[in-house]
């Protein structure tokens, strides 16, 4: 059974740094592309980040970037967050996906979630 797991939310000041976490197991992920995913209360999910397996590449949300990076380790996806901005306040997802996409929809696979909340 397919599970991902995430870990590393929580509270931090504007312009500090949190790293997420994702363990995947359950199956081989190495065609798989890796997202991060946020949805703050109200709003739509948003793509945050994906990490393509495959290719060992990144790639990220304009909203994103330069200030968060995604990369891996064995079956472990993390999301390093700097430069936090309040607006950046959401549960944040990992997810998995069987090709390179953005779209939440084509996500097979969700973690449970992790709250991050940028506040003074």
């Known amino acids: 059974q397919v599970q991902l797991v995430e870990s590393g939310g929580g509270l931090v000041q504007p312009g500090g740094s949190l790293r997420l976490s994702c363990a995947a197991s359950?199956?081989?992920?190495?065609?798989?592309?890796m997202g991060w995913f946020r949805q703050a209360p109200g709003r739509q999910r948003q793509f945050v980040a994906a990490w393509y397996w495959s290719r060992g590449s990144p790639y990220y949300a304009d909203s994103v970037k330069g200030r968060f990076t995604t990369s891996s380790a064995k079956n472990t996806v993390y999301l390093q967050m700097n430069d936090l901005k309040p607006e950046d306040t959401a549960v944040y997802y990992c997810?998995?996906?069987?090709?390179?996409?953005?779209?939440?929809?084509?996500?097979?696979?969700w973690g449970q979630g992790t709250q991050v909340t940028v506040s003074s």
């Open positions: 359950g199956r081989t992920f190495a065609a798989y592309t």
């Open positions: 997810a998995a996906a069987p090709r390179g996409t953005v779209d939440n929809d084509d996500y097979a696979y």
